[in-house]
Every structure is written in structure tokens, then in C-alpha cells.
């Protein structure tokens, strides 16, 4: 038996589902335990070598255990890591991102996306005095009650919970608008946009397999909530320092009003950001009457880490090489499936892309929805048969890091050739 397999068993005695978050187990029929992860490779505790393009679900934009963060994660960690009382590192890391963000005054630091987002509502409420927010079908925001919502009947604008345990009372605080889609947002807010708090959005969606904003989607965002005085929330947590440094407002020349980080801005090292202007961060505790707090909030390690991950970023050509990476693969997926006349489109940003099997262009979740997701797992299956990671799920994004140089893209294309030709032929 595979030591995968067995850790699978014992796992699901003791941890539900047998993982810490639902994704994992999507990896049929059982999912590999990884040993260690080095550059662009994964390597399972059978041995196996993976070429990575999970990389932690975004994180890891320098590949896995990069020399400049193990060394200073090595020189924090060798001082102590927790004290209840602040560290110059906390500084540092806010100073950094203030640097590269325009829209960004003032920063709290959580320890997750979720986190974020959670606070960043309830500063949203606490600094209009409105109940309201709106987010889009298809966005994800983290495992958060106020947005676990999906839309409602098409009779109303009202959320409806997309989790047992989210109630009615608090879905129906959510309205769902479409992505991509001024009028849908604008036929929302004329109604109710005087008691909307924040508009929420992802500026590309990630978490519905890739989804570009188009034209001057973003941009009709700012100016709609700017009319009916709502906050616009930009959730960073994936866009963050992968659309580059700025991050999608300055991809896409946006400004937010409140920006969550996450991801990357850790080294991949718990973390979560909530940054704005001063007159709206002031609200926070102890300053204002916007209650968060947190035992591991600013935690030095994963500063440092983010720190280091941000630096290198910022001094070598790191981006470059996961910028042209993703280029590349999103280039060569789309020619080696265009020659085996597979129907499908390749939806690319800097660094990151996805694969839909469909005719049509993806624009929002109602296009991704057309698209073939059985087929996307048989080319997930194939593809791990063959040593590469892309997530399980269609509706997640295959990821590019500095580790990602020409020579792995041109073996990953190999392995990509093969894995159609499978399945193309079917099984022998
Ligand atoms: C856009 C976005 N926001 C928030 C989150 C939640 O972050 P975390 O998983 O760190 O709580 C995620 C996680 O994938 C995300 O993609």
C-alpha cells in the first residue's frame, strides 16, 4: 500500500474528511501526502516528484522553501516568535506594502484571508453606519458567515446562504450581483444603495477558475459606490503582489477604499491584511470603536517571512520569470489543445491562469458554468499521472512562481501533450 494511502486512512479517523480544508479531498481516490517541496517540485512522502502549480493555492509566488525566506524565517524564529507586545518586523512589513499600495494608509494585521475580509465588513459597517454589502456570485472571500452567499430567487436581489449554518438573517444582508456586469450592480444599488456599506469584489475573479475583469468593469465599480457613498473592497488576497507590486489597482488602475491581503504578503506563512486610508483604518481598535483583536495578529514569522518574499520581489528579476512562466503555459495549453481539436478557453493574468473546457468565452459564473468540469478533472487526473499538480478543481487557478523557469514550462508542455493524446484516444 502507498504511504499516502495509508496516511489517508488514519487521517480520516481523526480529521474530518480526512484534511483541514475541503479541496484536499478532492484528489481521487485518495489525496498524496506531501514530504517536502522544493523550487517548483513537490515531493510526496511515496517519493513522487511533482511539478507544482498549486503552490499552496497561491502563496508560494518564489516556489517552494526559497533560500531568502528559509534564511530569514531561520534568523526570526532562533529569537522567539510570540510576546503579546509589538515587533519592528510588524513595522517594516506595513511600511512595504503602504510603499507599494497608493489606497493604503494604515494596516491591521490578521492571520488569515477570511480574517481580513471579516474585519474588513465590519469596519465597512462600523464607518458608514450601514448594514448592507454587496458582493457577486462566484467570488470567494474566505470561510466567512457574511459571505457565504450565493444568490437568491430571481425575484429578489437577497442573498441566500451557500453554507448549513449561515442564517437566512444574515444572507439576506448580502446582495449578489453579477460579475462582469455594471447593470446588474447598478439595478441593486438604485434600490438599496443607500443602506449598502461596501461593494466587495474579487478584481479578478480567482476562485471561479480565472476571470479577468473586463473593459472598464472595475473602474464603473468605483464610480458606482462613489454615487451612493459605499466603500468599495478590494479583496487582494489572491491579486495581491501576484498581478505584480501594487497588485491589481495598480494592474488595472483602480483605487480601493479598504484593500484585504493575504497569500503572498506572508511568504506563505499564516496571514491576512486589512489596509486603507486613515480616516477609515481609525475606526479599528484601540483607535476606534471597530472591535479586532488577535493573539497571533502581526505574528514575526510570518512578517519576516512576507518581508523577505516581498523584497526579493522587488530586487531580482523573481516576477519576471513567474510572469513569463504563466504566459508561456497559458500559451502552449491553448496551442497543444487547439491540435487535438479540444473546445476549450485559456484565461490568463500575470502569473496566473485557467483552463475551461467550453466554446464560449468565460466572463462570469454563469459562462464557467458551461464549461465541461468532468473533462477538466480527467486532464487533472492525467496530469498528476504524469507528475503535474493543477488543482483538482476547475473552479481554482493554476498558479506560476520564480521557481517556473523555460525548462520546466517545456517539460510540463510534454507532459500536457501526452496527458490529451490520452485522453483523446481513450484508455488503451
Ligand atoms: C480572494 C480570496 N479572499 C479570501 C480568501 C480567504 O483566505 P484564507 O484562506 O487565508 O482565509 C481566499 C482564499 O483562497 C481568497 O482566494
Known amino acids: 500500500m502507498s504511504e499516502s494511502k495509508r496516511l489517508f486512512e488514519e487521517a480520516q479517523k481523526v480529521l474530518v474528511g480526512g484534511v483541514n480544508s475541503p479541496v484536499r479531498a478532492a484528489i481521487k481516490p485518495y489525496p498524496f501526502f506531501v514530504r517536502e517541496g522544493k523550487g517548483p517540485y513537490i515531493i510526496t512522502v511515496d517519493n513522487i516528484k511533482l511539478i507544482d502549480y498549486v503552490l499552496g493555492y497561491g502563496p508560494l509566488i518564489l516556489g517552494h522553501a526559497p533560500e531568502a525566506v528559509v534564511k530569514r524565517v531561520i534568523e526570526y524564529v532562533g529569537r522567539g516568535w510570540l510576546y503579546g507586545a509589538p515587533t519592528e518586523v510588524e513595522v517594516l512589513l506595513a511600511k512595504k506594502i503602504i510603499s507599494h499600495f ?6 491591521r494585521f490578521v492571520n488569515s484571508g477570511g480574517e481580513a475580509v471579516a474585519t ?30 450565493k444568490a437568491g430567487s430571481a425575484a429578489t436581489h437577497f442573498g441566500s446562504p451557500s453554507s448549513a ?52 468593469f472595475l473602474k464603473g465599480l468605483r464610480e458606482i459606490a462613489d454615487r451612493y457613498g459605499s466603500l468599495l473592497i478590494f479583496d487582494e488576497v489572491v491579486t495581491g503582489y501576484r498581478l505584480g507590486i501594487g497588485g491589481a489597482q495598480r494592474y488595472y488602475g483602480v483605487k480601493a477604499d479598504i484593500t484585504t491581503l493575504g ?14 486610508r486613515e480616516d477609515i483604518m481609525s475606526k479599528l481598535s484601540p483607535r476606534g470603536p471597530v472591535f479586532n483583536a488577535g493573539t497571533f495578529n502581526g505574528h514575526p514569522i510570518s512578517m519576516a517571512a512576507g518581508l523577505a518574499t516581498i523584497e526579493v520581489l522587488e530586487t531580482t528579476n523573481a516576477y519576471e520569470t513567474a510572469l513569463r512562466a504563466s504566459r508561456k503555459l497559458a500559451e502552449g495549453l ?14 490568463w493574468v500575470p502569473t496566473m491562469l485557467q483552463v475551461f473546457f467550453t466554446k464560449g468565452e468565460v466572463v462570469d459564473h454563469e459562462t464557467a458554468n458551461r464549461s465541461d468540469v468532468k473533462m477538466y478533472v480527467r486532464f487533472h487526473e492525467e496530469l ?27 517539460e510540463t508542455l510534454r507532459r500536457v501533450e501526452d496527458a490529451v493524446r490520452s485522453i483523446v484516444r481513450g484508455p488503451p
Open 165 to 216: 449554518g449561515v442564517p437566512e438573517e444574515v444572507a439576506k444582508l448580502t446582495l449578489v450581483a453579477r460579475y462582469n456586469d455594471l447593470d446588474s450592480v447598478e439595478r441593486i444599488m438604485r434600490e438599496e444603495g443607500n443602506d449598502v456599506a461596501a461593494i466587495i469584489v474579487e478584481p479578478v475573479m480567482a476562485n471561479y477558475g480565472v476571470i479577468p475583469p473586463r473593459n472598464d
Open 102 to 107: 497608493p489606497s493604503i494608509e494604515m494596516i
Open 120 to 149: 474588513a465588513i465590519r469596519l465597512a459597517r462600523g464607518y458608514t453606519g450601514r448594514k448592507k454589502i454587496l458582493k457577486f456570485e462566484g467570488c470567494y472571500h474566505g470561510a466567512v458567515d457574511s459571505v457565504l452567499v
Open 334 to 347: 491553448s496551442d497543444v489543445l487547439g491540435r487535438y481539436g479540444i473546445d476549450h478557453v485559456v484565461n
Open 384 to 410: 498528476l499521472k504524469r507528475g503535474v499538480f493543477i488543482a483538482p478543481s476547475q473552479f481554482e487557478a493554476i498558479f506560476t512562481s520564480a521557481a517556473h523557469d523555460d525548462s520546466i514550462i517545456d
Open 263 to 276: 497569500k503572498i504578503i506572508g511568504g506563505g506563512f499564516p496571514i491576512g491584511a486589512v489596509g486603507a
